[in-house]
């Protein structure tokens, strides 16, 4: 599977480059850059500890000019840490999705819409005072 022995020497800085390129790569092929969204790609041919910097690094992403995609609801990165099924991730998946838009994330892909929405409403008007 794509789990098995991901190896990078830094998983925050070669995925930026990948990503990086590939945007460039659309852009010389006539994509225009407001149809372009990063996605780090959470779970995919990362280890827990990869996910987890690159969560806590997105803002260099975010960086890039392009949205940032998120998407880490009920992944196994949750799950890893909470020992919880991927049923019982609600709580962690609302967190992450927290911590995805307070680190750049301006798309959140999640499962459980309305519970996700509200406590964004509430990180939101949080944010909103001065």
Known sequence: TMQQNPDYDDVVD???TFLNKR???CL???I???HIILDVGFGFGKTVEHNYQLLKHLNIFAKSGYPILAGLSRKSMI???LDKPVEDRLIGS???ALLCVQN???IV???DVKETADALKIWNAMNEVS
């Open 14 to 16: 070669e995925v930026a």
């Open 23 to 25: 945007a460039f790569a």
């Open 28 to 30: 010389i092929s006539g």
């Open 32 to 34: 225009p850059q407001e």
């Open 79 to 81: 799950g890893t840490v």
């Open 94 to 96: 609302v967190a992450g």
């Open 104 to 106: 750049g994330a301006k």
């Open 109 to 111: 892909r999640v499962h």
